[in-house]
């Protein structure tokens, strides 16, 4: 079997090595969305997982180098919109630098003041609960204040570049 990155105890990483490592992992795709004095901010993070029962605990990365993390980082909450398997176009255009990531999507303020997508599975309200910097990331942990299930289904989960339809695989 010909391997298609290598990292070998002694070498230097290599980081684009390491993300054709990182590829074969799937991820799950979430929006985070806050308001901020500018208006409504969102995000999406393809690392987001729950962290603790008690307390309800969630957490996602951030890059270092994200123009929106500076706006939302003092925000004093923010919501988790968990993206369903049909969301693709959803979480592009979150993902869009430069653009009203807003424009054309449904969405309302919810009760704790930060945006939620119409299109969502669940949301999560959350406060923060500590950030800390990683290398090339920012990890931030969220406390839940509050959550909706939307609907149930099958996530929107990237692999390998490109969304991965779980429903194909029974």
């Known amino acids: 079997m010909t391997a298609l990155a290598t990292f070998e105890t002694g070498q230097a990483v290599d980081p684009q090595a390491f993300r054709v490592a990182m590829k074969q992992v799937p991820t799950p795709v979430a929006i985070v969305t806050a308001m ?3 208006g409504p901010l969102g995000m999406t ?15 996602f990365f951030v890059d270092v180098s994200s123009t929106t993390w500076p706006r939302l980082k ?25 653009a009203d990531r807003f424009d054309g999507v449904d969405w309302s303020l919810n009760e ?4 939620s997508l119409a299109d969502a599975s669940v949301t999560l309200d959350c406060t923060v609960y500590s950030t800390l910097v990683l290398g090339d990331h920012i990890q931030l942990v969220g406390e839940v204040q509050g959550f909706k299930v939307h609907h149930e289904g099958m996530p929107l989960v990237f692999f390998n570049g490109s969304f991965l339809d779980l429903r194909e695989r029974g």
């Open 74 to 98: 003092s925000s004093p909450s923010f919501t988790i919109n968990i993206l369903g398997h049909d969301k693709g176009e959803l979480c592009r255009a979150f993902s869009r630098r430069g």
């Open 45 to 59: 993070v393809g690392s987001f997982t729950s962290v603790s029962l008690s307390p309800a605990l969630v957490t």
């Open 36 to 38: 901020s004095e500018e």
């Open 112 to 115: 704790h003041g930060n945006p």
